[in-house]
C-alpha cells in the first residue's frame, strides 16, 4: 500500500494494514492517530517509538503470534507468510534444529515466554548464539530486549507494507 493511502483511509482500515506488523492494539492505534505521516521513514521513526513501553500483557499477546525460531509458522495469514519469510535464512540441519529446540524451551522455562529475535538477515548460528547469550539476562534485561526485537520485526515488516 502507498502510504498516500494510508494516510487517507478509514482509522479501522488502516488499523487492520497495520495488523500484520503490529501486534499490540495500542500501537497500531497511536500510529493510526497520528497519521498523515510526511514519508514512510517518518511512519517507520515513529513506529519505533510509538506505545512505549510495552505491557506485560500486551508483549504476552504480541509473542503468542511468534512461532519458535526454527518452526515454521502455519496457516495463510500475513503474519504466517512474513514469519516464514523471515526465518528463510534460518538453516536447520539436525544439529542446528536440536540446539534451537533445547535453547527454545531453556528460554522458555526461564522466561516463561517464546524466545523473540529478528531473524531476517541471521543465521541459524547467529541465532543461537544470541539465543545462548541471552540465557544469562536477567528478566528485566530480557525484557528491554524483547521490546528493542518486536520493534525491529516491525519496522522490517512496515517497509514491506506501505511503500513512499
Not at 523471515?86 to 539436525?94: F, I, L, P
Request: hydrophobic fraction near 40%; aromatic fraction near 4%; charge should be negative.
Amino acid at each position: 500500500m502507498r502510504l498516500e493511502q494510508f494516510n487517507s483511509i478509514p482509522s479501522a482500515d488502516a488499523a487492520e494494514a497495520l495488523r500484520p506488523c503490529l501486534d499490540i492494539e495500542r500501537w497500531r492505534n497511536a500510529i493510526v492517530d497520528a497519521r498523515p505521516f510526511d514519508s514512510r521513514d517518518a511512519l517507520i521513526g515513529f513506529a519505533a517509538e510509538a506505545a512505549t513501553p510495552f505491557t506485560d500483557e500486551e508483549l504476552e499477546q504480541a509473542l503468542s503470534h511468534h512461532p519458535r525460531i526454527g518452526d515454521r509458522a502455519t496457516g495463510q495469514s500475513a503474519e504466517a507468510s512474513m514469519s516464514r519469510n523471515e526465518q528463510s535464512g534460518v538453516d536447520t540441519s539436525d544439529d542446528v534444529a536440536a540446539a534451537l529446540a533445547e535453547g527454545n524451551r531453556a528460554y522458555e522455562a526461564k522466561f516463561d515466554r517464546v524466545f523473540l529475535i529478528r531473524a531476517a538477515g541471521r543465521s541459524a548460528d547467529e541465532i543461537l548464539a544470541a539465543l545462548t547469550e541471552r540465557l544469562g539476562n536477567t528478566a528485566e534485561e530480557e525484557q528491554a530486549i524483547v521490546d528493542q526485537q518486536l520493534r525491529e520485526i516491525a519496522s522490517l515488516r512496515l517497509e514491506g507494507v506501505v511503500s513512499a
